[in-house]
């Protein structure tokens, strides 16, 4: 069964650094692109990035390119997403999701259960 | 980048069918995905390519695209199919960058 597991909820500080992760199982967690989905409260889903974790192939959305950084240790099948200074603004659900291309189609087929990050001072 | 506008509210009479539309020029060349969010809970994938359906999704969820626009289609809306909907393609600038749509939110009379 394939599975996206999330790290826990985080509370921060602004200025305070934070990565947060996600555990891919129960496929090739080398063989498939995973990405991030960001959602502030009471609003919709805004893509991030992606990363292939085979080879740490990375693409940002540019209006996070420079505010995140996605990365991936493929020896334990985990994506990550950090920050280095956390902004009030950076409160939200943040969600990875596996992305699955057929046949020139793209899906995110599977989704991690989302981290709630709060930056609060 | 692209972006992908879709109507913030639409609301469907039980067991009546209701259309959701997302326009944008990436739409042209690639294929929408649909994702069915209700409260509190993750995205989840109803609608995929020309017209498919991952295993569970019932079969009254339906997909089309014509031009600039890709429709997901409820068709004898049930309660339980209140929810947002977001539409998800490739962005225009590139293999592997994409983009959501703004959402819409379903409301089953």
């Known amino acids: 069964e394939v599975q996206l597991v999330q790290s826990g909820a985080e509370v921060k500080k602004p200025g305070e650094s934070l990565k947060i992760s996600c555990k891919g199982s129960?496929?090739?967690?080398?063989?498939?692109?995973i990405g991030w989905v960001r959602q502030m409260p009471g609003k919709g889903l805004e893509w991030m990035g992606i990363?292939?974790?085979?080879?740490?192939?990375?693409r940002y959305s540019p209006s996070f390119q420079g505010q995140v950084t996605i990365s991936a240790d493929k020896s334990i099948s985990t994506a990550y997403l950090q920050w280095s200074s956390l902004k009030a603004s950076d409160t939200a659900m943040y969600y990875c999701?596996?992305?699955?291309?057929?046949?020139?189609?793209?899906?995110?087929?599977?989704w991690g259960q989302g981290t709630l990050v709060t930056v609060s001072s | 980048s692209s972006e992908l506008t879709q109507d913030p509210a639409v609301s469907v009479a039980l067991g009546q069918t209701v259309r959701i539309t997302c326009q944008g020029d990436?739409?042209?060349?690639?294929?929408a995905s649909w994702y069915q969010q209700k409260p509190g809970q993750a995205p989840v994938l109803v609608i995929y390519?020309?017209?498919n359906r991952p295993s569970g999704i019932p079969d009254r969820f339906s997909g089309s695209s014509s031009g600039n626009t890709a429709s997901l289609t409820i068709t004898g809306a049930q309660a339980e199919d209140e929810a947002d909907y977001y539409c998800?393609?490739?962005?225009?600038?590139?293999?592997?960058?994409?983009?959501f749509g703004t959402g819409t939110k379903v409301t089953v009379l």
């Open positions: 390519g020309k017209n």
């Open positions: 129960g496929y090739s967690f080398t063989s498939y692109w």
């Open positions: 998800n393609s490739r962005d225009s600038s590139g293999n592997h960058y994409y983009v």
């Open positions: 990363i292939y974790p085979g080879d740490s192939d990375t």
């Open positions: 999701a596996r992305l699955q291309v057929v046949a020139a189609m793209d899906l995110f087929d599977y």
């Open positions: 990436s739409l042209r060349s690639y294929y």
